[in-house]
C-alpha cells in the first residue's frame, strides 16, 4: 500500500479514538457533576476541541512517529475541576475509566467488523499479523483498504486500552484505583501526584518500558481469539 494512504489511515483511525477516548472522559465527567471539558467542547466527536487542546500529541507526534517508525502514536487530554475530583474521587475514577472503556468500545467493534467481513468471504486469515495486519483481503482496492483499517482499528485501540489502564500517573489506570481504594486513599494519591508533578513523568518514562512486554502477548491472545482454530505464535 503506498505509504501516504497508509500514513492517512493511520491518522483517520488515531485522531478518531482520541477523540472518542477524551470525549468519553467528558461525558463521564458531566455525568458526575464536573461540566468543565463540556463546555469546551470536547464531550462530542468533533477532534477540533482536542487539537486546539494538544496540537503536539494530535498533530506533530503522529506525524514525526510515522515518519520515523512506520506507525502512529500520540495523545490529547481533558480538562476537569480538581475541587470536583477532590470532593467525589469514585466520580472522579469512573471518568479516568470512561477513555479506555471507549477504546474497548472500539477494539470490539473492529473485532466484529472483522468477523463480519470473514463470513462474508471479503477478508480473510493472513499468513503472519502485524500492526496493520489483523486481518488479510484476497482482493485489492476497497476491500484491501479496509482490510488495513480495521486492522489498524483493533490494534491501534487495544494499545490504547492496554496503556492507559497501567495503573501508574498519569495514566487512566492510576485514576482508576479510586475505584478499589476507600476514598480518603484516592484522595490522598490524587493529592500526592498534584504536589509532585515528577511522579508523572516517571510514570509515563515507566510504562514506556512496560508497554511491549505487556502489550505484545495480550496482542497475541486478542488475535488468536478472533481465528478459532488457527494458532499465531
Not at 500500500?1 to 482520541?18: E, R
Not at 463480519?116 to 495486519?133: N, S, Y
Request: hydrophobic residues 55%.
Amino acid at each position: 500500500m503506498d505509504g501516504i494512504l497508509l500514513g492517512l489511515i493511520w491518522y483517520v483511525v488515531l485522531l478518531f479514538s482520541l477523540t472518542l477516548h477524551e470525549a468519553a472522559h467528558a461525558w463521564a465527567a458531566r455525568r458526575g457533576g464536573d461540566p468543565t471539558a463540556y463546555h469546551q467542547g470536547q464531550a462530542s466527536l468533533d477532534p477540533l476541541p482536542h487539537i486546539r487542546r494538544e496540537p503536539v500529541g494530535t498533530v506533530l507526534v503522529p506525524i514525526l512517529s510515522y515518519v520515523f517508525a512506520g506507525w502512529m502514536i500520540g495523545w490529547a487530554s481533558t480538562p476537569f475541576d480538581p475541587r470536583w475530583a477532590d470532593a467525589h474521587p469514585r466520580r472522579a475514577a469512573w471518568m479516568s475509566l470512561a477513555g479506555p472503556g471507549a477504546n474497548l468500545v472500539l477494539v470490539l467493534a473492529a473485532g466484529l467488523a472483522i468477523r463480519l467481513g470473514l463470513g462474508a468471504g471479503v477478508f480473510h486469515a493472513p499468513e503472519w499479523i502485524g500492526l496493520t495486519q489483523v486481518v488479510a483481503s484476497p482482493s485489492s482496492g476497497a476491500f484491501a483498504t479496509l482490510a488495513t483499517l480495521v486492522s489498524i482499528g483493533f490494534t491501534l485501540n487495544l494499545l490504547l486500552l492496554v496503556f492507559n489502564l497501567i495503573p501508574l500517573p498519569p495514566l487512566d489506570g492510576s485514576g482508576a484505583l479510586g475505584l478499589i481504594l476507600s476514598e480518603n486513599a484516592a484522595r490522598g494519591l490524587r493529592r500526592l501526584l498534584w504536589v509532585n508533578p515528577q511522579l508523572s513523568m516517571l510514570g509515563l518514562l515507566a510504562a514506556w518500558f512496560l508497554i511491549e512486554p505487556i502489550f505484545r502477548p495480550i496482542h497475541l491472545l486478542a488475535v488468536n481469539l478472533l481465528y478459532p482454530g488457527i494458532r499465531y505464535g
